[in-house]
């Protein structure tokens, strides 16, 4: 089982719609979540972090937590054309180690 | 502030060279981490430090693969031999355990090609 596990998509969504990300992991130890966006070419940059249980929102984002599932979930509310990147997920497991997704592939229609 | 520093940020070499890559971790950040990414494989994590110690080299693919961190602004991946599988982004990141979560951040990589 990897250790941290997403639908690779692609994931399709008109615009102005949500999308919504999902995110599995293995280990119940595990600290901190991260959303991190890439657009094709670049380098991965965070989008934001939760370590608490529950929703957590910043602008047109909402990261949703669930330790008792080990479920992580970003909306992105009101998609444009602009959001379209792959997702990756990433989980801060302790001793300094973070381990990332393969990432969701997201793509907004204009 | 600066952020991660990578280079070179492209580099195309023949199969049996020696590739060397750079990093210059952000300031007063801690941990240093070498990550490669490819379409089959995704993100992979290579090798990370922790002041300038190497914490787990166990992604490390193999003998080939080397890394060091002599001071806390500087580190080199290196691949002697290089093979055409070798061919991949090389992203080093740090972060601090300063701060909440342990964030990573990311340099722009390093575009190797093993011809």
């Known amino acids: 089982q990897k250790e941290v596990e997403q639908n690779s998509g692609p994931l399709s969504v008109p615009e102005g719609a949500i999308a919504s990300l999902n995110c599995t992991y293995s280990d119940r130890g595990s600290q901190s979540f991260f959303w991190y966006r890439q657009y094709s070419g670049k380098s991965p940059e965070l989008i934001m972090f939760i370590y608490s249980n529950g929703d957590k929102e910043d602008g047109r984002f909402t990261a949703q937590l669930n330790k008792a599932s080990q479920y992580v979930s970003l909306l992105i509310r009101d998609s444009q054309p602009s959001d379209s990147a792959t997702y990756l997920c990433a989980v801060y497991t302790g001793g300094f180690k973070t381990i990332f997704g393969a990432g969701t592939r997201l793509f907004v229609k204009a | 502030d600066a952020g991660v520093i990578q280079s070179p940020r492209h580099e195309v070499t023949e199969m049996g060279q020696e590739v060397t890559l750079r990093c210059k971790p952000i300031?007063?950040?801690?941990?240093l981490f070498w990550y490669r990414q490819t379409m089959m494989r995704g993100l992979e994590l290579l090798i990370y430090?922790?002041?300038?110690?190497?914490?787990?080299d166990s992604g490390m693919p193999e003998d080939r693969f080397s890394a060091k961190m002599p001071n806390a602004s500087f580190s080199t991946l290196k691949i002697q031999p290089s093979e055409p599988r070798d061919s991949a982004v090389y992203f080093c990141a740090s972060s601090t355990d300063r701060d909440l979560g342990n964030t990573i951040y990311f340099g722009e990589g390093s575009w190797l090609t093993v011809v």
């Open positions: 430090f922790n002041n300038n110690v190497p914490i787990d």
């Open positions: 300031s007063g950040h801690n941990s």
